[in-house]
C-alpha cells in the first residue's frame, strides 16, 4: 500500500471517529455531559436520539422532563412528541406508573375511541424514560391565553366536553382516577384558527376551526386499588374532600371538570386562590354552605368553628373573596335556554358531596348535550330524568 493510500485511509478512520464524536456544545457523549444539574437531557435541534428521532424544537418543559417534537424515522418520517424525563429516581418511578397506564388504556382502547392520547412507543435513553405519542397542537389553555383569555363559544363548549366526559368516564370504568384535570392537560388535535370580530368586545378574536381533543398528562392517574395520595389535583381544581381530607375516588375528576368547563365559558379561574380556608370561602360563596357532615368528619377542624367555616369577611381575604366571587347562576352570560341547560350541569359536576356528584356516563346523558339551537325542543322531562 502507497503512502498516499493508506494517508487517505488514516484521514478516512479519523474522519469516522469525529463524526461518532460530540460535536462542539453537543451532548452526545458522557452521560454527565448529556444533563444539566436539574436532570433534563441536553436536547438540540437536529440532535438524533436513538438513531431514530431526530429533535426539531421544544414543545414544553416541566418539573418532570420535557416534551420535543421529532421527526420519527421509523414511522417513515412521522412527527411525534417525545415526552423526556429527568434522570431523577422519583420522575423515572413516576414515568414507569404512567407508562402502566397508557398501556392498560391502548389495551382497552386500541382503536382510540375515547380521546386519550395515544403512547406509540417508549425506551430508556442514558437514564431518562422517554414516551413517544401522537402529535399534538396547543392545550385548551394556551389557545385561550393566545386569544386574550376570550372564552370559547358555548356551541365549542358543549364539544369538548363531551370528549373529555367520555375520555375520563372510559378511565372511571377501568378503574382509574385521572387525579389532575386542568385545562392545560386537554390538547387540541388542530389549533388552526379563523379571526372573527367581536362587536361587542370590539376587537378580533380566535376562533379554533375544530374542537377535537385529547386528555394528556397521565403521570398522576390512579387506579382504584393502589395508594391514594392526600393531596392531589392543581390547586384551582381541588375537590373539596380533598381540601378536607376526607379521602377520594372518581368523584374529584368531575368536580374538576366543571371547574374546566367554567373556565371555558368565562375565561378565568372559578376559584383563583393558593389556600385552603380562602377556597373554601370562596366555594360557600358560590356555592352555599359546606354540608355539616363533611365539617364533621374532616382531619383540617382548624379551619372550623362550631360547625362553620373559621372566616372573617372583613379581612383582606375577606375582601378579596367577596368581591371576586359570587352564586353561581349569575356568572350566567345570557338567559337563553342554552346556557341554562350548561349551568344545570354544572350545578350537578359541583355537588359538594361526592356521593351526590353526578356520575359522568349520567353527565353525558344530560340534555346540554342533546341541545339542538333552533330547535324547538321540550326539556322539562329529560331534565327531570337526569337527575
Not at 380521546?115 to 385548551?140: A, K, N, P, R
Not at 375520555?167 to 379563523?194: C, G, M, W
Not at 356521593?355 to 325542543?377: C, E, I, M
Request: glycine share 6%; aromatic share 10%.
Amino acid at each position: 500500500m502507497g503512502k498516499t493510500q493508506l494517508y487517505s485511509l488514516c484521514q478516512t478512520f479519523l474522519d469516522c471517529i469525529c463524526f461518532c464524536l460530540p460535536r462542539h456544545g453537543d451532548k452526545a457523549g458522557a452521560e454527565s455531559d448529556q444533563e444539566t444539574e436539574s436532570g433534563h437531557l441536553l436536547c438540540e435541534t437536529g440532535h438524533v436520539i436513538e438513531d431514530r428521532y431526530e429533535i426539531m424544537n421544544t414543545l414544553g418543559e416541566g418539573t418532570f422532563g420535557k416534551v420535543v417534537q421529532c421527526i420519527d424515522y421509523g414511522r417513515g418520517g412521522n412527527q411525534i412528541a417525545l415526552k423526556i424525563i429527568k434522570d431523577i429516581d422519583r420522575y423515572r418511578e413516576a414515568a414507569k406508573l404512567e407508562i402502566n397506564v397508557l398501556s392498560k388504556i391502548s389495551e382497552k382502547d386500541p382503536e382510540n375511541k375515547n380521546h386519550c392520547v395515544q403512547m406509540l412507543d417508549w425506551f430508556t435513553y442514558l437514564g431518562h424514560v422517554c414516551i413517544c405519542f401522537e402529535l399534538l397542537s396547543l392545550s385548551t389553555f394556551d389557545f385561550m391565553k393566545a386569544n386574550n383569555f376570550l372564552p370559547y363559544p358555548i356551541s365549542q363548549i358543549r364539544h369538548m366536553a363531551q370528549q373529555i366526559c367520555t375520555a375520563v368516564s372510559f378511565l372511571h370504568d377501568n378503574q382509574l382516577t385521572h387525579t389532575d384535570l386542568k385545562p392545560e392537560n386537554i390538547l387540541l388535535v388542530n389549533s388552526e384558527y379563523s379571526l372573527i370580530y367581536n362587536p361587542e368586545k370590539k376587537c378580533s378574536e380566535r376562533r379554533v376551526k375544530d374542537t377535537t381533543v385529547r386528555l394528556v398528562d397521565f403521570g398522576s392517574a390512579t387506579f382504584d386499588h393502589e395508594h391514594h395520595s392526600a393531596v392531589i389535583s392543581t390547586r384551582h381544581y381541588r375537590a373539596p374532600e380533598v381540601i378536607l381530607d376526607l379521602g377520594w375516588s372518581h368523584a374529584c375528576d368531575v368536580w374538576s371538570i366543571g371547574c374546566m368547563l367554567f373556565e371555558y365559558y368565562q375565561g378565568f379561574t372559578l376559584f383563583q386562590t393558593h389556600d385552603n380556608r380562602e377556597h373554601l370561602a370562596m366555594m360557600e360563596r358560590i356555592l352555599g354552605p359546606l354540608p355539616l357532615r363533611m365539617i364533621q368528619r374532616s382531619r383540617k377542624q382548624s379551619d372550623f368553628h362550631c360547625g362553620r367555616l373559621n372566616w372573617n369577611e372583613n379581612s383582606k381575604s375577606g375582601h378579596y373573596v367577596k368581591a371576586k366571587c359570587k352564586a353561581l347562576r349569575k356568572y350566567l352570560l345570557t338567559q337563553g335556554t342554552e346556557h341554562h341547560l350548561f349551568f344545570d350541569l354544572l350545578e350537578k359536576m359541583l355537588q359538594y358531596e361526592p356521593s351526590k356528584r353526578t356520575a359522568l356516563s349520567s353527565a353525558l346523558r344530560h340534555p346540554f348535550f342533546l341541545y339542538q339551537p333552533g330547535k324547538s325542543q321540550s326539556w322539562r322531562s329529560s331534565c327531570n330524568l337526569s337527575r
